[in-house]
């Protein structure tokens, strides 16, 4: 059982950049993969970025490459996004999740999912 809780959502200007934060429970963080996600009103929830248990290798979604990075501290169980440029394309409820022994980019693959915290980004 993992529990997750996100901060660092806000409000910001386009261009701007916000930093969120993700703890987990338990002493076995590193075993799980994990990810970010989004969902803005309207539509359907969609993969962010993702980072495997070592954070050797990072995923992220065309859209946001370059401009976001994920990271993790496992002896803080953390993980991170940077999120810099920020567009109002990117406002969206953020969720951390985590996924058991590998990453995936589908909501459905994940195990443990936070309660979101917001990003708004205004023009």
């Known amino acids: 059982q993992v529990q997750l809780v996100e901060s660092g959502g806000g409000l910001v200007q386009a261009g701007g950049s916000l930093r969120l934060s993700c703890a987990a429970s338990?002493?076995?963080?590193?075993?799980?993969?994990m990810g970010w996600f989004r969902q803005a009103p309207g539509k359907e929830r969609e993969f962010v970025a993702a980072?495997?248990?070592?954070?050797?290798?990072?995923y992220y979604r065309g859209s946001v490459k370059g401009r976001f990075t994920i990271s993790r501290d496992n002896a803080k169980n953390s993980v991170y996004l940077q999120m810099n440029s920020l567009k109002p394309e990117d406002t969206a409820v953020y969720y951390c999740?985590?996924?058991?022994?590998?990453?995936?980019?589908?909501?459905?693959?994940?195990?443990?999912w936070g309660q979101g915290t917001q990003v708004t980004v205004s023009s």
């Open positions: 999740a985590a996924r058991f022994r590998g990453v995936g980019t589908l909501s459905s693959e994940y195990d443990y």
């Open positions: 338990g002493r076995t963080f590193s075993s799980y993969a």
């Open positions: 980072i495997r248990r070592t954070g050797s290798i990072t």
